[in-house]
């Protein structure tokens, strides 16, 4: 087996990107301190089309070169909008007809293995604070709260972590 060149790997330009049909998902982070994990999310986004980050609080904005750091320019391929609370940002995607899922272990959270998405149907999902996870007010308003199924003695995976894993997750269901 031969490592394939970049020029290789058959990427879409940016402007390719901006014009591609999106995977029917927003990410929602939800007070997230660590620049490094919003610049992860933005790359993952970037791999697997999601229509668009909301970024909540204290969570930092582009341009930033930390964020750049790990989102290696997706953070101008992939949408954003800056919202100062995050019920607000909830609002608004529920006003555009989207289910919102919050990634948190909650009494009734559905194990992400059991999950079933609609194809007809959007999504969204809010992914939480690096200590404090998802503001409860926020779970409130919430449609549902999926968990990830976790064995061994750590009851948390770090917030960049479980956003790669819910998003392919959320992709595989929702693509064509």
């Known amino acids: 087996m031969r490592k394939l060149k970049i020029t290789e790997l058959n990427r879409l330009t940016p402007e390719e990107f901006k014009e591609s049909r999106k995977v029917p998902l927003v990410v929602v982070l939800d007070y997230v301190r660590s620049l490094n994990n919003v610049g992860s999310v933005f790359r993952t986004s970037d791999a697997f089309r999601v229509e668009s980050v909301y970024l909540c609080g204290i969570t930092a904005c582009p341009p930033h070169p930390e964020i750049h750091k790990t989102a290696l320019g997706a953070e101008d391929t992939v949408d954003w909008i800056y919202f100062e609370n995050t019920l607000d940002a909830i609002d608004d995607l529920h006003r555009k007809g989207y289910t919102v899922c919050s990634i948190e272990q909650t009494e009734g959270s559905i194990l992400l293995d059991k999950l079933c998405l609609d194809k007809t149907k959007k999504y969204a999902v809010v992914l939480g604070n690096e200590v404090k996870g998802v503001q409860q007010n926020v779970i409130d308003k919430s ?34």
């Open 143 to 176: 449609d549902c709260c999926v968990e990830i199924p976790q064995y061994g003695t750590k009851h948390s995976l770090n917030v960049s972590v479980t956003a790669g894993i819910i998003i392919w997750d959320f992709f595989k269901q929702l693509s064509d």
